[in-house]
């Protein structure tokens, strides 16, 4: 803190990584409430306070969010160690209570003992709407089998417009660019994961996770439904529930023949590797897949069956050829490694050759000082380079799909 004045520096003692402050349970017994392993913090706070993610005013702020593990019932406090007041010439501390009550809903607790006499009737809470998928995941601590559940609900549900509202909170600290969706539009989807566990003699539910799904009309008489938002809260992460919820959500449109196929609304690095993983599952079995047919190249057919039977449409059936044929390929073999690199990159060089056709216009169109200026952006050696690049990443992370896949 060089340069600064001494107010400055007394100033910058009260600024707080907000990722830091905010400390997130989901609670299950009352001890943990004192439990600082059942305590996670967020990946992001920047939409709640600013890009610098920092709250000013306070020494040793806390900003406790804690949710009992099923039905969310919420806990908000703030604790501080000092705050600056009016001797610090005239600043004032950041409205920390106003930020965080704009994005949960009305209703919480702010003490403990309501809080926790509220966790001894979680008993009562049941999940919402309709069971779609029961599953098992070993636990190694536990030394025990743990059974899931994924539902689907929607508003109509009782009580689930309240629960979605505290579920919805989440998101503005796991992913980046999140923003909170209209309930009141009945097109919309909501598949939710539940953990079942037990508590004196009695079985509750857990939330895990959760998926929107959006479903577009597509004309004349078919929907295409699209992921919105999914997550999987962070103390249930790296366990497979993103694949199992996919899959299920996947399993259920297949199933209606008013679905064209099923997309996603500006997916992340993260997901498409998801779905990566998810589709090759599905159409791996498929007999347009087969090894004999995937070296033959990428068909029609693969397309017509990947998206009459299991609603994928083209762009991503293209994906899980390349991912399966490079399962079937020897690239230890100079011939079928070569052929599958040219297979994968002339879908690749696509974006390059619109660039040369561009080109082409611009060498009739522009002045030659504006044409040299393109010319400069359009470098084919680099070209060539950034395709290299983009085929290496490929195949690897194919590998990572399919290393995934012989584990499963």
């Known amino acids: 803190m060089a340069g600064l004045t001494p107010m400055e ?100 607790c702010s003490n403990t003992d309501d809080f926790v006499s509220l966790l001894e009737k979680e008993v009562n809470f049941k999940p919402f709407g309709m069971l779609l998928h029961t599953y098992s995941v070993h636990n190694e601590e536990a030394g025990e089998d743990i059974t899931y559940q994924i539902y689907k609900a929607d508003m109509t549900c009782p009580g689930f417009r309240e629960y979605h509202e505290r579920l919805q909170t989440f998101l503005m600290w796991f992913i980046e660019t999140a923003s909170f969706i209209d309930v009141d539009d009945e097109r919309w989807n909501y598949f939710i994961v539940f953990e079942k566990y037990n508590k004196d003699g009695a079985t509750l539910f857990a939330t895990v996770g959760y998926m929107t799904v959006y479903n577009y009309y597509v004309y004349p008489d078919k929907t295409r439904p699209r992921v919105s938002q999914m997550l999987i809260l962070p103390p249930f992460q790296g366990e497979g529930h993103g694949a199992q919820l996919l899959e299920t959500v996947h399993r259920y449109y297949m199933s209606s023949p008013t679905v064209l196929d099923i997309t996603a609304e500006d997916p992340s690095e993260n997901y498409i590797k998801l779905r990566d993983f998810v589709l090759v599952k599905l159409c791996q079995d498929l007999p347009c897949f087969s090894p004999a047919k995937l070296m033959q190249g990428f068909s029609q057919e693969m397309v017509m069956e990947a998206q009459q039977k299991l609603k994928i449409n083209k762009q991503h059936t293209r994906r899980v050829y390349e991912i399966l044929r490079l399962r079937a390929t020897d690239m230890g073999d100079a011939e079928q490694s070569r052929s599958y690199r040219l297979d994968v990159k002339r879908r690749l060089i696509g974006p390059y050759k619109k660039k040369q056709r561009e080109l082409a216009k611009m060498r009739r169109c522009l002045r030659p000082e504006e044409l040299t200026n393109q010319l400069n952006q359009i470098d084919l050696n680099m070209q060539h380079e950034q395709l290299e690049e983009s085929f290496q990443q490929l195949v690897s992370d194919y590998r990572r799909v399919l290393e995934r896949l012989a584990q499963a």
């Open 9 to 108: 520096k007394k100033l910058a003692e009260y600024k707080c990584n907000t990722n830091e402050a905010i400390q997130l349970k989901l609670v299950r017994f009352p001890e943990d409430l004192e439990d600082d392993n059942t305590t996670f913090n967020p990946e992001y706070s920047h939409q709640v306070f600013g890009d610098d993610e920092v709250a000013f005013g306070y020494k040793g702020l806390k900003i406790l969010l804690y949710y009992i593990a099923g039905n969310l019932s919420t806990l908000f406090r703030i604790e501080y160690t000092s705050k600056v007041n009016e001797k610090f010439d005239c600043v004032e501390a950041d409205d920390v209570e106003s930020k965080i009550r704009e994005i949960i809903p009305p209703g919480f």
